[in-house]
């Protein structure tokens, strides 16, 4: 017989069982949102069944579109209708290929380009955060409640400013993100928990504007990256570039308006995604001036005015392949990502390197947000049995500090497992200094000027000393999002300085702050009452996970330090139900301090549980 | 919180050696980020994950530490009180120094050539020489507990290590 459960009187209420979770796939070309249902990952599609999201938005007279309906108007109203926003994130006029190639007005702002648009000037933050928003809003109708968080995927190839402005985005657009996912890897976990691959797989994902890949191992369970390498500027809008150059020369076409552009940049598309199924295809249309464009492109020709970018693609692969210490035959299979990697001319090229053909058994448009689903709900806490897998992911690209001579000094090389905190000593140049700049940058090469300039700061106060007595020791730490931030502190004067790396590229916390302030859902009431909700949110998860805690290893505490943890709760719950958020996010403080030994004696414990466990699997 | 003080093969439960089972620090490596890794920790207090960050951090160091020949005949030296990268000492035998400029100079002209074939041959020799390197070291530090003796070799095995690793960015920078 069942019985019914009677909770204790002073339990705080017992949150809902399974935490809303998501996993966002922020593509160029197009987004998607996932979850997991039932156990399972599923893609949400829209009211009208269409599970991608064209990560296009449109600023109109009468308000923003995205997706379909930005689609829609793209042709008609080119510089209000942005597509491929993901180039042009945390990047700077100057860092734009070819500014020319999009239809745009461009403002050159120091840090991220900014566009001008009908309504007004928008940076490719706010414009990917109304994408975002979009998929979360989809999310919420779908399944019916508030998100508790969301991963949000990231080509494993993006730099620190490329991160930092995603994470920006996803904040605008109400998202808790629960974690920067790199984009094979979310592909690897899908593929790897649904097929029970073991071995050495590499992940070739070619999207819309980004080309990543990445090396991984799988063994019992465990996703580690050995190696990633790729282009953040190459992808599927290169191809259409490529046709539609083919188009203006072959139909011998003067310039032409943005209007124009923009519909033979979109024929271009088409005329691609038909050549993966027809061996020609036609290239038929009527420009504005009532000229008609009418040819035809075979398959060899577009193999043949692709070849270099596919080419490009092998760089990259082989330099991962090396940094792994590997070679193509180390390889159990190759898995596919990314819509432009159902180009034939890409499967060829990618079977010829690696010798066998790539596996295509998984939908590349949808693997990657279902990887992230996966993941999100495990972070979020709806850990299942068989969920015990674990994910160790790398950086891209080293990060190092500028030295005299405008040369780089590597401090975290890449590849390297994250989190990672390194740190390193530097002294002073001159008698008598007192400070030193910190010039923090990414990249590979040995000039300053050829890497990613990423933040700037000035360590000052430093007693003066002769040349080369001071000790500054530099920090750099970077966490499980593939995050940097950095400190530095002077040694023997005890001095600190530390910066959460902002780029130059990125947003102020200030900025980010006046633009959900500015965003017309966050009217004063509406803000009070979200400032509510969302310190309920906080202090009922961190009530629960202190119960469960306390269940697991309350033994752990003095009966002092029980009695402070119980009072910090008992607060809590008292505060809980009344309308004062400032009050209820102090308890939830309070707590957060009253937990901090606990928390570090209960992660002692489960080191020394795992070293234990291990040494009897090792016996039996 | 992972303690601090403990040393690297300790964390991971490791005997004090220069050669070990590699499997044995793979799976000890793989059982503590599994209980300490922010991933574990996502959805735990603020607190919590922060110690969760330094805490997987340091696993990743040791680890780093331990799985790297070089990293780890310094490690081990270092825990016996001996800097193996003191700068005050720097020498190195002449016929070794000889040998490995020669070898320099070959990839340097294979560069120069577009001949990757050298290369790899000039970076299978060094690895060779390192490999038989590191036969040596284990003797001394496993067997013989020679600290101080060993200096002179880690310090051949680091300069071959990069070596090793300039040859193979020439052949990176073939592979565009």
Same mark, same amino acid.
């Not at chain 1, 790396?501 to 009431?525: C, F, N, Q, W």
């Not at chain 2, 050669?19 to 044995?24: G, L, Q, S, T």
């Not at chain 2, 607190?47 to 969760?52: C, K």
């Not at chain 2, 990757?116 to 020489?129: H, S």
């Given at each position: 017989?069942?019985?019914?459960?009677?909770?204790?009187?002073?339990?705080?209420?017992?949150?809902r069982e399974q935490r809303l979770a998501v996993g966002i796939d922020l593509g160029t070309t197009n987004s998607l949102v996932a979850t997991v249902r039932n156990g399972i990952p599923v893609v949400l599609p829209d009211e009208r069944g269409h599970p991608l999201l064209p990560s296009i938005v449109h600023y109109g007279e009468f308000g923003v579109d995205?997706?379909?309906?930005?689609?829609? !108007?793209?042709?008609?109203?080119?510089? #209000?209708?942005?597509?491929?926003?993901?180039?042009? +994130?945390?990047?700077?006029?100057?860092?734009?290929?070819?500014?020319?190639?999009?239809?745009?007005?461009?403002?050159?702002?120091?840090? +991220?380009?900014?566009?001008?648009?009908?309504?007004?000037?928008?940076?490719?933050?706010?414009?990917?955060?109304?994408?975002?928003?979009? &998929?979360?809003?989809?999310?919420?109708?779908?399944?019916?409640?508030?998100?508790?968080?969301?991963?949000?995927?990231?080509?494993?190839?993006?730099?620190?400013?490329?991160?930092?402005?995603?994470?920006?985005?996803?904040?605008?657009?109400?998202?808790?993100?629960?974690?920067?996912?790199?984009?094979?890897?979310?592909?690897?976990?899908?593929?790897?928990?649904?097929?029970?691959?073991?071995?050495?797989?590499?992940?070739?994902?070619?999207?819309?504007?980004?080309?990543?890949?990445?090396?991984?191992?799988?063994?019992?369970? @465990?996703?580690? @990256?050995?190696?990633?390498?790729?282009?953040?500027?190459?992808?599927?809008?290169?191809?259409?570039?490529?046709?539609?150059?083919?188009?203006?020369?072959?139909?011998?076409?003067?310039?032409?308006?943005?209007?124009?552009?923009?519909?033979?940049?979109?024929?271009?598309?088409?005329?691609?995604?038909?050549?993966?199924?027809?061996?020609?295809?036609?290239?038929?249309?009527?420009?504005?001036?009532?000229?008609? !464009?009418?040819?035809?492109?075979?398959?060899?020709t577009f193999t043949a005015i692709t070849t270099q970018l596919v080419a490009k693609t092998l760089g990259p692969v082989k330099r991962a392949l090396r940094d792994a210490g590997l070679t193509p035959a180390d390889i159990q299979g190759v898995v596919m990502v990314g819509g432009s990697t159902r180009m034939p001319q890409i499967q060829r090229a990618v079977?010829?390197?690696?010798?066998?053909?790539?596996?295509? #058994?998984?939908?590349?448009?949808?693997?990657?947000?279902?990887?992230?689903?996966?993941?999100?709900?495990?972070?979020?806490?709806?850990?299942?049995?068989?969920?015990?897998?674990?994910?160790?992911?790398?950086?891209?690209?080293? &990060?190092?500090?500028?030295?005299?001579?405008?040369?780089?000094?590597?401090?975290?090389?890449?590849?390297?497992?994250?989190?990672?905190?390194?740190?390193?000593?530097?002294?002073?140049?001159?008698?008598?200094?007192?400070?030193?700049?910190?010039?923090?940058?990414?990249?590979?090469?040995?000039?300053?000027?050829?890497?990613?300039?990423?933040?700037?700061?000035?360590?000052?106060?430093?007693?003066?000393?002769?040349?080369?007595?001071?000790?500054?020791?530099?920090?750099?730490?970077?966490?499980?999002?593939?995050?940097?931030? !950095?400190?530095?502190?002077?040694?023997?004067?005890?001095?600190?300085?530390?910066?959460?790396?902002?780029?130059?590229?990125?947003?102020?916390?200030?900025?980010?702050?006046? +633009? &959900?302030?500015?965003? @017309?859902?966050?009217?004063?009431?509406?803000?009070?009452?979200?400032?509510?909700?969302?310190?309920?949110?906080?202090?009922?998860?961190?009530?629960?996970?202190?119960?469960?805690?306390?269940?697991?290893?309350?033994?752990?505490?003095?009966?002092?330090?029980?009695?402070?943890?119980?009072?910090?709760?008992?607060?809590? &719950?008292?505060?809980?139900?009344?309308?004062?958020?400032?009050?209820?996010?102090?308890?939830?403080?309070?707590? #957060?301090?009253?937990?901090?030994?606990?928390?570090?004696?209960?992660?002692?414990?489960?080191?020394?549980?795992?070293?234990?466990?291990?040494?009897?699997?090792?016996?039996? | 919180?992972?303690?601090?003080?403990?040393?690297?093969?300790?964390?991971?439960?490791?005997?004090?050696?220069?050669?070990?089972?590699?499997?044995?620090?793979?799976?000890?490596?793989?059982?503590?980020?599994?209980?300490?890794?922010?991933?574990?920790?996502?959805?735990?207090?603020?607190?919590?994950?922060?110690?969760?960050?330094?805490?997987?951090?340091?696993?990743?160091?040791?680890?780093?530490?331990?799985?790297?020949?070089?990293?780890?005949?310094?490690?081990?030296?270092?825990?016996?009180?001996?800097?193996?990268?003191?700068?005050?000492?720097?020498?190195?035998?002449?016929?070794?120094?000889?040998?490995?400029?020669?070898?320099?100079?070959?990839?340097?002209?294979?560069?120069?050539?577009?001949?990757?074939?050298?290369?790899?041959?000039?970076?299978?020799?060094?690895?060779?020489?390192?490999?038989?390197l590191e036969h040596r070291v284990a003797s001394l530090l496993d067997v013989d507990g020679a600290w101080a003796a060993a200096r002179g070799a880690v310090r051949e095995l680091r300069f071959l290590a990069k070596l090793a690793a300039d040859v193979d960015a020439m052949l990176a920078a073939q592979d565009n």
């Open positions: 017989m069942a019985l019914l459960q009677i909770s204790e009187p002073d339990a705080p209420p017992v949150p995205v997706g379909h309906a930005a689609q829609l !108007v793209q042709a008609r109203d080119p510089q #209000n209708t942005i597509v491929s926003v993901k180039r042009l +994130m945390g990047r700077g006029l100057a860092d734009l290929p070819d500014e020319r190639r999009f239809p745009y007005r461009f403002i050159e702002e120091p840090g +991220m380009v900014r566009l001008a648009t009908r309504a007004g000037v928008k940076s490719p933050v706010e414009i990917s955060a109304e994408i975002l928003r979009a &998929l979360r809003v989809r999310a919420e109708a779908s399944l019916a409640g508030k998100l508790a968080g969301a991963v949000v995927t990231v080509p494993a190839y993006f730099d620190d400013a490329q991160r930092q402005a995603t994470k920006d985005a996803a904040k605008l657009a109400g998202l808790d993100v629960l974690r920067l996912l790199n984009e094979p890897t979310a592909a690897a976990i899908a593929y790897g928990l649904d097929n029970a691959a073991q071995g050495t797989y590499a992940i070739y994902d070619l999207g819309g504007g980004t080309f990543d890949i990445s090396i991984l191992k799988l063994t019992r369970g @465990v996703f580690e @990256v050995l190696a990633t390498n790729g282009d953040s500027a190459l992808g599927g809008d290169d191809f259409d570039h490529r046709v539609y150059c083919w188009i203006l020369e072959a139909a011998g076409l003067p310039p032409l308006s943005p209007e124009d552009t923009r519909l033979l940049m979109m024929k271009a598309r088409e005329v691609k995604e038909n050549l993966t199924l027809h061996d020609a295809t036609p290239v038929i249309a009527r420009l504005s001036d009532g000229s008609k !464009v009418d040819l035809s492109l075979d398959g060899e079977g010829d390197f690696f010798g066998q053909p790539p596996l295509t #058994n998984l939908d590349p448009d949808q693997v990657v947000a279902l990887g992230a689903a996966i993941q999100a709900n495990v972070l979020a806490g709806n850990r299942a049995t068989g969920d015990d897998w674990l994910l160790l992911d790398v950086i891209p690209l080293s &990060l190092g500090l500028e030295t005299m001579g405008g040369l780089t000094e590597k401090i975290v090389p890449r590849n390297s497992t994250i989190p990672v905190t390194r740190a390193q000593e530097f002294t002073t140049f001159k008698d008598g200094q007192t400070a030193i700049a910190v010039h923090v940058v990414q990249g590979e090469r040995e000039r300053v000027a050829d890497c990613r300039s990423l933040a700037r700061f000035e360590l000052r106060g430093i007693p003066p000393m002769a040349a080369g007595a001071a000790r500054v020791k530099v920090t750099f730490q970077v966490d499980a999002d593939g995050l940097l931030s !950095v400190s530095a502190r002077e040694q023997t004067s005890g001095l600190e300085a530390a910066i959460v790396v902002k780029p130059s590229y990125g947003l102020s916390d200030a900025e980010i702050s006046r +633009m &959900l302030e500015d965003s @017309v859902a966050h009217a004063a009431d509406d803000m009070a009452a979200r400032a509510l909700a969302e310190a309920r949110v906080e202090a009922d998860q961190l009530a629960m996970v202190t119960h469960a805690a306390l269940a697991a290893d309350g033994d752990l505490l003095s009966p002092a330090e029980r009695r402070t943890i119980d009072g910090a709760l008992a607060d809590i &719950l008292r505060l809980r139900d009344g309308a004062d958020a400032k009050a209820l996010l102090a308890a939830t403080d309070a707590l #957060n301090r009253a937990t901090g030994d606990f928390a570090a004696r209960r992660m002692d414990r489960g080191v020394a549980r795992a070293l234990t466990g291990r040494s009897v699997d090792a016996l039996t | 919180m992972i303690d601090f003080s403990r040393n690297h093969f300790e964390l991971f439960g490791l005997p004090e050696r220069f050669r070990f089972d590699p499997a044995m620090l793979d799976s000890a490596y793989h059982a503590l980020q599994g209980e300490v890794h922010p991933d574990r920790h996502a959805a735990a207090s603020a607190t919590e994950q922060r110690i969760a960050l330094q805490s997987s951090a340091r696993v990743n160091e040791a680890y780093r530490a331990l799985k790297d020949p070089v990293a780890r005949a310094q490690y081990l030296l270092s825990l016996h009180g001996v800097d193996a990268f003191d700068e005050t000492n720097t020498a190195l035998p002449f016929a070794f120094l000889e040998r490995q400029l020669e070898r320099r100079e070959s990839a340097e002209t294979a560069m120069a050539d577009g001949d990757a074939q050298a290369l790899e041959t000039v970076l299978a020799d060094v690895r060779a020489e390192a490999g038989e």
